[in-house]
């Protein structure tokens, strides 16, 4: 496993589903974790991130914030540098969906969409960036992005106009960011994941046609796992991904191969 003792992470969305698998799993690899979310508990139940973090011999905080207030942002990462004194990973993984083709979008749910989705990731990004700047490189590298994008960044999201075209612009933000700071020791890099299961399995109740798509269209014969993309946001925050950036990486199941 990557070792990432000594550095201090903020990961989004990270009370629940695929956010609370990275969290855990950067924190099972020596992280300190700074689980960011609206609320710490887990919409599945469960023992909370932080908590669980905590319980297993690890640092962590849960710290409220909505990813598109500036200032609770702002509030966010200051935070995290006076209680740990750096911010070494950022995970931007919160996101929200309404799930609806373009006539059917109204004003207000493209503004959240992209309020959460893009905006927020923006934010972050400017925020600990401008963080990481003033902080000693560890190597090569003073600081570490990983951005949770999509498949549907990059093919179109089926009746999902606001969602695909939030990933899409997340996808170029990584790129930008990872070509704008390079010279300066900033690793910027995404994970694309395809369809996961422990979203797909609630789809399956509610939508015959769309779990249908969804495992039809997937080469691997299963749909994917929060750890599969935990998996790849630890290699890409982690010293094994030095030479890596402005790359968003598939972790589809042969989604896009097909």
Same mark, same amino acid.
């Given at each position: 496993? !990557? ?10 969305? $990270?009370?629940?589903?695929?956010? /609370?698998?990275? @969290?855990?799993? #950067?924190?099972? @690899?020596? !992280?300190?974790?700074?689980? $960011?979310? #609206? $609320?710490?508990?887990? @919409?599945?139940?469960?023992? %909370? ?11 962590? =905080? ?26 070494? &990973? #950022?995970?931007? *993984? $919160?996101?929200?969906? &309404?799930?609806?083709? #373009? ?7 493209? !503004? =959240? &969409? ?6 927020? %990731? ?14 000693? =490189? /560890?190597?090569?590298? /003073?600081?570490?992005?990983v951005n949770i994008t999509s498949q549907h960044?990059m093919v179109a999201a089926p009746a999902n ?9 997340? &996808? ?20 694309? %994941? ?19 798509? +969804?495992?039809?269209?997937? %080469? ?10 935990? @998996? ?8 094994? +991904? ?5 790359? *968003? ?8 191969? /097909?």
């Amino acid at each position: 496993m !990557a070792d990432l003792t000594g550095r201090v992470a903020i990961v989004t969305g $990270a009370a629940s589903g695929i956010g /609370r698998a990275i @969290a855990l799993r #950067l924190a099972a @690899a020596g !992280a300190a974790v700074v689980v $960011a979310d #609206l $609320a710490p508990e887990d @919409a599945r139940g469960g023992t %909370p991130t932080h908590s669980e973090i905590q319980i297993g011999g690890g640092a962590s =905080r849960f710290a409220g914030c909505d990813v598109a207030d500036s200032g609770a942002v702002a509030d966010l990462v200051a935070g995290t540098v006076a209680e740990f004194g750096s911010v070494d &990973v #950022l995970v931007n *993984n $919160a996101a929200i969906s &309404v799930g609806k083709p #373009l006539l059917e979008t109204t004003d207000e749910d493209w !503004a =959240r &969409v992209l309020a959460v989705n893009l905006t927020g %990731p923006f934010l972050l990004c400017r925020a600990v960036v401008g963080q990481m700047l003033g902080q000693p =490189r /560890r190597g090569e590298v /003073r600081g570490r992005i990983v951005n949770i994008t999509s498949q549907h960044g990059m093919v179109a999201a089926p009746a999902n106009c606001a969602y695909g075209t939030s990933k899409s612009g997340l &996808v170029y933000l990584t790129r930008q960011i990872a070509s704008d700071y390079a010279e300066h020791g900033i690793v910027c890099n995404a994970v694309a %994941p395809g369809k996961i299961e422990q979203v797909a399995g609630e789809l399956r109740e509610q939508d015959q046609q769309r779990w249908h798509y +969804s495992t039809s269209r997937t %080469p691997w014969p299963r749909l994917g796992r929060p750890s599969d993309v935990a @998996a790849a946001a630890l290699f890409l925050a982690s010293d094994d +991904s030095s030479y890596i950036t402005g790359e *968003n990486l598939m972790v589809d199941g042969g989604w896009m191969a /097909r």
